[in-house]
Structure formats: structure tokens, C-alpha cells
């Protein structure tokens, strides 16, 4: 490139037409995934005090909610179950019981909204009296007892019409194991998106507020299972072994704090890549938001396209909703 003055880099940038002409990257509809919480009850919305905007919604709510997602054009949802306490128990059983809420939610899901993908995550942190994602043995989180679990959780999920089962509890070998035990139940066509590259951060606690798993939890942390924030190669042979097991997608998550991530995932292995604007992400953004700190609507699109410059292929963001409705009165 020759050096100024024959390269002025601001030539391009001067007018509206030819930014949009050079613009590397866009932020679409099509990117979004949209996580939502479900409860049982008939009361349709019960907020979430951390997370500004987003409710708890009763199956009923759910319904309507994700016939707006899929009108939009939001290509799917991600349902996370808010237990009852009194139905939690130390193994969370209730995981792996077809009539249980996640499955009752998708299946009402699947028969009335058509053109919506629904994603389903598959831990047992919304199931366990402890909060954990494993089975908890002697103070231990074992692994390969959690796996035998988590396939018959998937299992469940999938013959409830999930189409895209989403581990999130970061066992070892368990998207081998639950590619098996789906293919074993007739169900090859239910795709797999790993969270493959999963930190334990601090940044999952309104999200724990949200579905009750903070309490239950308590002093515990996930840091047996979750990845270490220092590290990056690991990412890198997590992701490599979930692809190897099976997995259709791989999810980095958080997002904003390991763009860095998503950049090396995306470019060594060239898979489809997601990232998760987690919901500590969206609280910072949405609490400065409501204090008038900094610009809600702003904020937010640049986060996500910084998403997309990072290499993602789709975001699931708690804000899916409001940024399709921006992007459509753009249009
Ligand atoms: C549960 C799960 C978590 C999230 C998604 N699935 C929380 C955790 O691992 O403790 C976090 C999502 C968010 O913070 O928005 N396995």
C-alpha cells in the first residue's frame, strides 16, 4: 500500500454510500439465536431483576414468544427450564423424565409455531439441589456416571422435538456419547451444538439467578469442569474433540471477554461457530443502558457485530428479539 498522502484511508469513509460499500461484515437476522426461560405456572411473565427486559415466560407466554421469534425471522430458540425447588433432588432425575417442563415447553413449541428451531441445553444444573451440571459424589463432580445421564436427557429432549441438543456441562467424551445414544434411538437427524469452549466465569450469574441454580449452588463453583479463563490452546482441543465426537456446531461462550477465541476457533477449524452474549454480558449492557451511561440500542449492535467480526457464524443473545425488530425497521 503506498503511504500518504497518496493513501488516505478516510477517502472511503467519507460518505454513507461508501462505507456501506467497503463494510466487511453485518450483523443479520439469520445470526440470532434466542434464549428463553420457562416456567411452570400460569402467571405468563415474572421478571428477571439482573437482566432488564427479560421475563420468565409460562408455557402459554412461551408459545405466542416464539411465534413473534420465528415472524421475525429468528431462526431458533434456546429453552432453559426454571425448576420448581421442590423438584430438584441431588442426582436431578427429573432430567431425564419426558414429562418433565423442558420437554412439555418444547413439544407445545413445536406443535404450534412451524419454521423455528428449537435448541435444548443438556446439563443438569437446572435439575440438581447443588446447582451442579454433574452427578456430585464425595464432593466430586464424576465425569463418565454424569455422560450415562446427560445421553438420556438428550434422549428425552430430542424425542420431545428438539431439533439441535446443546451440551453446556463440559464433561469429557460426552458429545461421542450422546451422538451414539441418539443415533441408537432413531433420532440421527437431531443435530449437535456443543459448547465446546465453555470458561467458568462470572459472568453466568444473572443467568443463575434466573433459573435458581445461584442459591443451590452457593459457595460452589464449576471450575472442575468449566475451562480456565487464562487459557486459549485449550480452547482450541476442546473444540477439536467435540468435532471429532460429532458435534454439528461449536459454541464459544462467554463472548465479549474471549472474542480472541472465537477468532482461533474459527479459523483453524472452519466449523460452524456460535458465540454466547451471556447473560452477564447483556446486564452490563442493559443496567448502564437504564442509567443512561451509555446507549442501549448502540451498545448492544456493535457488541454483536463485533461478534461477527470475530468470526461467528450466529449469537445467541437475551436481546434477539428487540435487535430483529431494530433490523427489520432499518431495512
Ligand atoms: C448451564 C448453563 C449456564 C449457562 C447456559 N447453560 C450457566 C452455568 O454454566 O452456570 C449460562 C448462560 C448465561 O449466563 O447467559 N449449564
Known amino acids: 500500500m503506498p503511504a500518504f498522502p497518496r493513501t488516505r484511508p478516510r477517502r472511503n469513509r467519507r460518505t454513507d454510500w461508501s462505507r456501506r460499500l467497503v463494510r466487511e461484515h453485518r450483523l443479520s437476522v439469520d445470526d440470532l439465536i434466542w434464549p428463553v426461560f420457562v ?21 402459554a407466554a412461551l408459545v405466542d414468544a416464539a411465534a413473534e421469534a420465528a415472524a421475525l425471522g429468528i431462526p431458533a430458540i434456546a429453552v432453559f427450564p426454571v425448576i420448581d425447588p421442590s423438584l430438584k433432588t441431588p442426582d436431578g432425575a427429573l432430567a431425564t423424565d419426558p414429562g418433565n417442563l423442558v420437554c412439555r415447553a418444547v413439544r407445545a413449541v413445536k406443535a404450534q409455531v412451524s419454521d423455528l428451531g428449537v435448541i435444548c441445553d443438556v446439563a443438569l ?3 440438581t439441589t447443588h446447582g ?13 456416571e454424569t455422560v450415562d445421564v446427560l445421553c438420556r436427557q438428550a434422549i428425552v ?20 456419547a450422546i451422538r451414539d445414544a441418539l443415533d441408537g434411538a ?25 433459573v435458581g441454580s445461584k442459591g443451590a449452588l452457593g459457595q460452589g463453583d ?28 461449536v459454541m464459544v461462550k462467554p463472548g465479549m471477554p474471549y472474542l480472541d477465541i472465537v477468532r482461533r476457533v474459527k479459523d483453524t477449524f472452519a466449523a460452524p461457530t456460535f458465540v454466547y452474549q451471556v447473560s452477564g454480558e447483556y446486564a452490563m449492557l442493559k443496567g448502564a443502558a437504564e442509567r443512561g451511561w451509555l446507549d442501549g440500542d448502540k451498545v448492544m449492535a456493535e457488541s454483536l457485530l463485533a461478534f461477527k467480526r470475530a468470526g461467528a457464524d450466529g449469537i ?7 435487535v430483529a425488530r431494530q433490523l427489520r425497521e432499518q431495512a
Request: net charge negative; aromatic share 6%.
Open 186 to 210: 432413531a433420532l440421527q437427524q437431531v443435530q449437535i451444538m456443543s459448547y465446546a469452549a465453555k470458561y467458568a466465569s462470572a459472568f453466568y450469574g444473572p443467568f443463575r439467578d434466573a
Open 125 to 127: 444444573d437446572p435439575f
Open 316 to 322: 445467541l443473545t437475551y436481546a434477539a428479539v428487540d
Open 39 to 59: 416456567v411452570d405456572g400460569d402467571v405468563a411473565r415474572t421478571p428477571v431483576a439482573s437482566m432488564p427486559g427479560v421475563d420468565r415466560l409460562s408455557i
Open 222 to 249: 464449576k471450575r472442575t469442569y468449566q475451562q480456565d479463563p487464562a487459557n486459549s490452546d485449550e480452547a482450541l482441543r476442546e473444540v477439536a474433540l467435540d468435532l471429532d465426537e460429532g458435534a454439528d456446531m
Open 157 to 176: 429432549q430430542a424425542q420431545a422435538g428438539c431439533d439441535v441438543i446443546a451440551p453446556s456441562d463440559m464433561m469429557d467424551g460426552r458429545i461421542g
Open 132 to 144: 451442579q451440571d454433574g452427578l456430585l459424589v464425595d464432593g466430586q463432580i464424576v465425569n463418565d
